[in-house]
C-alpha cells in the first residue's frame, strides 16, 4: 500500500491518473517502443513518458527490463533481461524466450541488415533529416538487396505489405501509404532507432558484403552468421 500511496502522490503532483499511467504502461509493454514522430497518439504518450520518466522508469526496472530514451530523436525502447543494449553495461541475467524478445523472419532479418547498411551510408554521406532519418526508395532498397545478398524484395503485393508492416510497427521505417508499396514506388524514411537495433558488431559483420568481393555462393552462409548475430539482440 506504501507503493501505491506513493505512486499515487507522484500522479496527483504532475496532474496524471492511474489510467494514464496504466495506458501509457501497457502501450510500452506491448508495442516495447515508442516514438514522437509516428503519430498524435505517440506523441501524446511520449510527452507523458517526460513527465513521469523516473516512476515509469522505476516500475521497469523491477522487472528487470531496461529503458533506453534517446532524447534527441525522441523515441523509448524497451529491453527485456539478458538483452544488449547500446550504452548500457550487459546483464548476467539470461534472456526472455517470449514477450518483448520478438523473433524476425529471415526476409526480415535481411531487410533490416540492409536497410541498416543504407542507413550508415546516408550518415557518411550527411543524407540525414533534422529528425536523423534517411529516405531511400523501393527502388533503391530493392538494388541494394540485390547487391549486397542477392535477393529481392517480395513479388507477391501481400507478402511485401507484411514485410514493411513489420518493419513499421518496430518503428524501424516510416512511409505513408500501403498503397504506395504496393505500386513499389514509395519512399520510406528508415529511422535512427535502426542504428541500435543493429549493432556495430553485426555491421561490421556485413562489411564484407557491402565492399564486395564475396561470391554469390557464400552470401547465404554469411548471411546466417549475421543473422544469428542480430538475433541475438532483439527484443
Known sequence: MLVLTSIDKQLEKNGISTTELSELLIRLM??????????????????????????????????????????????????????????????NDPPFKSGMRSRLSKSEVELVLVLRSQYEKSLREGQVDENGCATLSLEALNIALKNLLKKTLPNNITQRKDLFRSLKQLRLIQYRKEEDIESGEAWIRVRPMIVSYVSDQVLDSLQPLVEGGVVASDVAEDVDVIESQLKDTES
Open 30 to 91: 506491448d508495442y516495447g517502443v515508442l516514438c514522437r514522430d509516428e503519430s498524435q497518439r505517440e506523441q501524446l504518450l511520449y510527452d507523458r513518458y517526460l513527465r513521469l520518466e523516473n516512476l515509469v522508469n522505476d516500475y521497469l526496472s523491477m522487472l528487470r527490463i531496461r529503458v533506453q530514451h534517446d532524447t534527441r530523436f525522441q523515441f523509448i525502447r524497451l529491453y527485456p533481461p539478458g538483452s544488449e543494449v547500446p550504452g548500457m553495461v550487459d546483464e
